[in-house]
């Protein structure tokens, strides 16, 4: 392969590149579906090829191929080179490649127990665990389905370029996700989607706890649809679980910081950006408003140590202490910034050019407990999960709608509040923090971007969060 991309990179930069980038990518996946405990699906997919990307006459052009030969890869070589000049003479001004700590690596994601040396029937038997256990915690409502989907990934890359980048890496991943539907005839229905990813092996299993997870939430939702009562109609301090506050941070903080949406061009595909350029310093929050983007960090399911375009990957402060404090940057984007890339260009696979994407997304922790969060509160709503959410073009007008939710009187949980919802603009949630516990917890998703539309493997997380006072409205339902 190596031989190939350099190959690549020779025809390229004779035809007229003065910029030359040449991936290898495959990307293996193994899944498993179920429903009810019975298993209705497995299949293997496995994409591989060579993705070139140029830069010509001020122009980028890119071209992908699966057909692993000289002559394949040659072939996307003058594609790219021609999608490039004949795209030239539309650009206003041409294109620049910034700065980047690029390096010469090789990595890989340890495996403390492999996908190969786990049998079939133990990953096949963890959904029929979870339907049987998770009828039995049910009571007086019904659990009707239990969706699962398992995924098993192994991401390969080879990536070299003209300027001498050399990265070869090796990613593992596994997805667990979950949707389960509870209903009772007078009560009506809940429903719960949930997805845990990471890199590493199947020991990821245990150490998610999915089945205790999966069987506590049953128990916990059952009692849900036939307790709840509606949330109070005045002003209250509440309580923003993890997960819903690394929702926030993922898009409120993570996508308007993408610098490629802020100059426009995601514009006509996964919307705008409230950030301009020039607004660095901009204050959005309060000083509990720190929100940070890393990919760097062990067994995340946004892992990675350098990007697709082979420049070192580490922590980048989207919001610090409340104020817009750095964007998301590719090479080419570092440019128009006069600043140098922070390693945020990925591509879901080898036929996917590189684009600035998030990781691992997270509003940094605070000082203090859960229980210390709650016994201040003299009458509050804790929201723990949502089960909807919306947000604007822009990032900045939310609205979340909440699954498991408790009513807090006197520092005390009081039972359950039935869809409460967040609705407020992007400033009002980061000025409104108060008080963030110490525990920092994170939640895997897949983020899609793009034109054709690419999908990423994230996370998203954060601590419970305390607001000020908040006027909650309440879902239908």
């Known amino acids: 392969m190596e031989d190939l991309l350099q190959k690549a990179i020779a025809e390229a930069s004779s035809m007229g590149a003065t910029y030359v980038e040449a991936r290898y990518h495959k990307n293996d996946y193994f899944t498993l579906r179920a429903r009810?405990?019975?298993?209705?699906?497995?299949?293997?997919?496995?994409?591989?090829?060579?993705?070139?990307?140029?830069?010509?006459?001020?122009?980028?052009?890119?071209?992908?191929?699966?057909?692993?030969?000289?002559?394949?890869?040659?072939?996307?070589?003058?594609?790219?080179?021609a999608a490039a000049k004949r795209l030239s003479w539309l650009m206003k001004s041409p294109l620049r490649l910034g700065p980047g700590r690029t390096g010469r690596v090789k990595y890989e994601v340890p495996v403390a127990k492999s996908f190969e040396n786990t049998p079939l029937d133990e990953k096949i038997g963890l959904f029929r665990e979870l339907w049987n256990r998770g009828r039995e915690v049910v009571k007086e409502a019904s659990l009707k389905v239990m969706f699962n989907e398992?995924?098993?990934?192994?991401?390969?890359?080879?990536?070299?370029?003209?300027?001498?980048?050399?990265?070869?890496?090796?990613?593992?991943?596994?997805?667990?996700?979950?949707n389960m539907v509870i209903s009772h005839p007078q009560k009506g229905v809940v429903q719960r989607w949930r997805e845990f990813g990471g890199s590493g092996g199947f020991e990821l299993v245990e150490k998610w706890r999915v089945v205790d997870t999966v069987v506590e939430e049953a128990g916990t939702l059952?009692?849900?649809?036939?307790?709840?009562?509606?949330?109070?109609?005045?002003?209250?301090?509440?309580?923003?679980?993890?997960?819903?506050?690394?929702?926030?941070?993922h898009e409120s903080a993570g996508h308007p910081s993408e610098a490629d949406r802020?100059?426009?061009?995601?514009?006509?595909?996964?919307?705008?950006?409230?950030?301009?350029?020039?607004?660095?310093?901009?204050?959005?929050?309060?000083?509990?408003?720190?929100?940070?983007?890393?990919?760097?960090?062990?067994?995340?399911?946004?892992?990675?140590?350098?990007?697709?375009?082979?420049?070192?990957?580490?922590?980048?402060?989207?919001?610090?202490?409340?104020?817009?404090?750095?964007?998301?940057?590719?090479?080419?984007?570092?440019?128009?910034?006069?600043?140098?890339?922070?390693?945020?260009?990925?591509a879901m696979n080898y036929a996917s050019e590189p684009i600035i994407r998030m990781s691992n997304t997270y509003v940094t922790p605070g000082d203090y407990t859960f229980e210390e969060l709650v016994e201040d509160i003299e009458y509050g709503v804790y929201i723990k999960s949502y089960m909807e959410w919306n947000i604007d073009d822009e990032r900045w007008s939310q609205r979340y709608v909440g699954l498991e939710a408790y009513l807090i009187e006197k520092g005390e949980l009081k039972?359950?509040?039935?869809?409460?919802?967040?609705?407020?603009?992007?400033?009002?949630?980061?000025?409104?923090?108060?008080?963030?516990?110490?525990?920092?917890?994170?939640?895997?998703?897949?983020?899609?971007?793009?034109?054709?539309?690419?999908?990423?493997?994230?996370?998203f997380g954060g601590p419970d969060v305390k607001l000020t006072k908040i006027r909650l409205s309440v879902a239908p339902g």
């Not at 994409?47 to 191929?65: N, P």
């Not at 890359?157 to 070869?168: M, P």
């Not at 950006?273 to 000083?287: A, L, Q």
């Open 36 to 81: 009810n405990g019975n298993l209705i699906d497995s299949s293997r997919e496995v994409e591989e090829g060579v993705g070139v990307r140029v830069l010509v006459d001020g122009s980028l052009g890119f071209a992908s191929t699966s057909t692993l030969s000289k002559e394949g890869v040659l072939e996307a070589v003058r594609r790219a080179v």
């Open 150 to 178: 398992y995924v098993e990934s192994l991401e390969e890359k080879v990536i070299l370029t003209s300027e001498g980048a050399y990265v070869r890496s090796t990613i593992p991943r596994l997805y667990f996700g979950y």
């Open 222 to 249: 059952g009692r849900v649809i036939l307790e709840a009562r509606a949330p109070p109609s005045e002003p209250v301090e509440v309580l923003v679980g993890s997960e819903i506050v690394g929702l926030m941070a």
């Open 262 to 346: 802020i100059l426009g061009r995601e514009a006509a595909q996964a919307g705008m950006s409230f950030i301009k350029k020039g607004m660095r310093g901009f204050k959005v929050g309060n000083e509990n408003a720190t929100v940070v983007d890393d990919p760097t960090i062990p067994g995340s399911y946004g892992f990675f140590l350098y990007d697709d375009e082979g420049v070192s990957a580490r922590p980048k402060y989207l919001y610090r202490e409340g104020e817009v404090y750095e964007h998301l940057h590719n090479r080419f984007t570092a440019a128009e910034y006069n600043t140098e890339s922070n390693g945020s260009a990925r």
């Open 415 to 459: 039972g359950f509040v039935r869809n409460p919802v967040l609705e407020l603009t992007t400033k009002t949630f980061y000025s409104s923090i108060v008080a963030k516990s110490k525990d920092l917890r994170f939640y895997a998703g897949t983020c899609g971007k793009g034109e054709p539309s690419q999908g990423v493997p994230v996370w």
